[in-house]
């Protein structure tokens, strides 16, 4: 079965970096769009980056572009968010997710076959 599972969340100063994993199994990682989403208490949750099959073309939502680079390993079937010069308002559980069907990214959530359980990243200001 499908399986996503998210790591590398924590407690953070703002200005600070972290790193945040995904691993993927139970589907052909290397064929499909990955994304990270986040959501924030009382709040959508919310698109923050995606990444093709490849590697070779990335989107970000405008909040986090030029501190946040997504990438991934497919040798490994791992996602990744590097997270530079954090926020306060960056402070969510953060998703990743696949999107198995039609283009390699959505800003639409619910284009997004699976999803894993979700990583916290609080930023103290």
């Known amino acids: 079965q499908v399986q996503l599972v998210e790591s590398g969340g924590g407690l953070v100063q703002a200005g600070d970096s972290l790193r945040l994993s995904c691993a993927a199994s139970?589907?052909?990682?290397?064929?499909?769009?990955m994304g990270w989403f986040r959501q924030a208490p009382g709040k959508e949750r919310e698109f923050v980056a995606a990444?093709?099959?490849?590697?070779?073309?990335?989107y970000y939502a405008d909040s986090v572009k030029g501190r946040f680079t997504i990438s991934r390993d497919n040798a490994k079937n791992t996602v990744f968010l590097q997270m530079n010069g954090l926020k306060p308002a960056d402070t969510a559980v953060y998703y990743c997710?696949?999107?198995?069907?039609?283009?390699?990214?959505?800003?639409?959530?619910?284009?997004?076959?699976?999803w894993g359980q979700g990583t916290q990243v609080t930023v103290s200001s």
């Open positions: 990444i093709n099959w490849s590697g070779d073309y990335t």
């Open positions: 997710a696949v999107k198995r069907v039609g283009r390699w990214y959505s800003l639409d959530r619910n284009e997004y076959d699976y």
């Open positions: 139970g589907f052909i990682f290397s064929n499909y769009g």
